[in-house]
């Protein structure tokens, strides 16, 4: 019997972008290349692969480009790499970059701690970004960050969000990404902007970006779904974080995400996969792993197909803590 949430929509792992910004761990190149074949030998379809932010501001990004040039053309097509300036899309197009995720937040306050200028430059430099991802035939996505709260800010008013959604700077953007960058919303509150930017916005594929803060991550997710959405953002064991938003932590998790929606390529086995590949990278990283579902893989209850037999998982990262 099949369990697949209804509406579908995909999932892309960030666990190499905003999944490891936070740690301040540097994965070397060859280990991220790893990660994302890996990622894709198990059926995920799309991974944010990393970031242009400067390298002496955000240390574990500072191999993206090679990481870039280690990739072959069919794989980059699904990679994401998250820009912020018109510079970082022509840098990053140069290297064979063809998916690029231009991020500012609906905070002002927040864009010029993360970004350092305010929202409006951001927004003023976007149709440049979006010209220079057209001729090197890449796609764009607007990524609008603290769409629900800031960290200075405090709640942001959905006119702010469906403002940028609506600005003809953006005109051209293929994607919008919605961010709950703090996971402090709760489910109303993301159906609710998620349908709006639905229904009051130009037709964009819709992509929920969450935190599972205060827990609401996977439950978020769904929300965002039912509303619209049609890509998800997920980290392999809720890895993950701003360095910039005093208050945020882990990325809703993968395997939670994959676990509670079902999608057809996802398997016991491909549970079981990842799982590992988890445990064994949040252990290189020494960071605990937040994931629930591969908390659950660990019972000893094997009658349930989902759980995975205890020798198949690494005796190192088991803890919680």
């Known amino acids: 019997m099949s369990f697949t949430f209804e509406p579908r929509a995909e999932l892309r792992d960030v666990t190499l972008r905003d999944g490891l910004q936070l740690t301040g761990t540097m994965l070397s190149t060859r280990r991220k290349v790893e990660v994302v074949r890996e990622l894709l030998r198990l059926g995920v379809p799309a991974i944010e692969l990393g970031s242009m932010a400067r390298a002496d501001l955000v240390p574990p990004m500072a191999n993206t480009l090679e990481v870039v040039g280690a990739l072959d053309p069919e794989e980059l097509e699904k990679c994401w790499i998250w820009v912020a300036t018109p510079g970082h899309v022509a840098k990053a197009a140069a290297a064979g970059v063809k998916n690029f995720q231009y991020c500012f937040s609906a905070s002002h306050s927040h864009n010029q701690a993360n970004i350092g200028r305010s929202t409006d430059a951001s927004l003023a430099a976007l149709p440049e970004a979006v010209r220079l991802a057209r001729e090197a035939g890449g796609r764009i996505q607007l990524c609008i960050a603290t769409s629900f709260t800031c960290p200075f800010e405090g709640r942001i008013p959905e006119e702010r969000v469906l403002a940028i959604a609506n600005d003809p700077r953006a005109d051209g953007t293929e994607d919008i990404v919605i961010c709950d960058t703090l996971g402090q919303a709760v489910p109303a509150q993301v159906s609710g902007l ?64 994959l676990f509670a929606t079902r999608p057809g390529w996802f398997t016991p086995g491909t549970f079981a996969g990842l799982v590992d590949l988890s445990e064994k990278l949040l252990a290189e990283l020494g960071q605990p792993n937040r994931s629930r579902a591969a908390f659950g893989a660990r019972s000893t209850a094997e009658a349930f197909e989902w759980a995975v037999p205890s020798g198949s998982l690494p005796e190192c990262g088991r803890g919680r803590d």
Do not use: K, M
């Open 194 to 257: 998620v349908r709006r930017v639905r229904e009051e916005s130009p037709a964009r594929r819709i992509v929920y970006h969450g935190h599972d803060t205060w827990g609401l991550g996977v439950a978020n997710t769904l929300a965002a779904i039912q509303a619209g959405a049609a890509l998800v953002d997920g980290a392999l064991g809720g890895l993950g974080g701003c360095p910039f938003a005093p208050g945020a932590s882990g990325n809703t998790s993968t395997e939670d995400i």
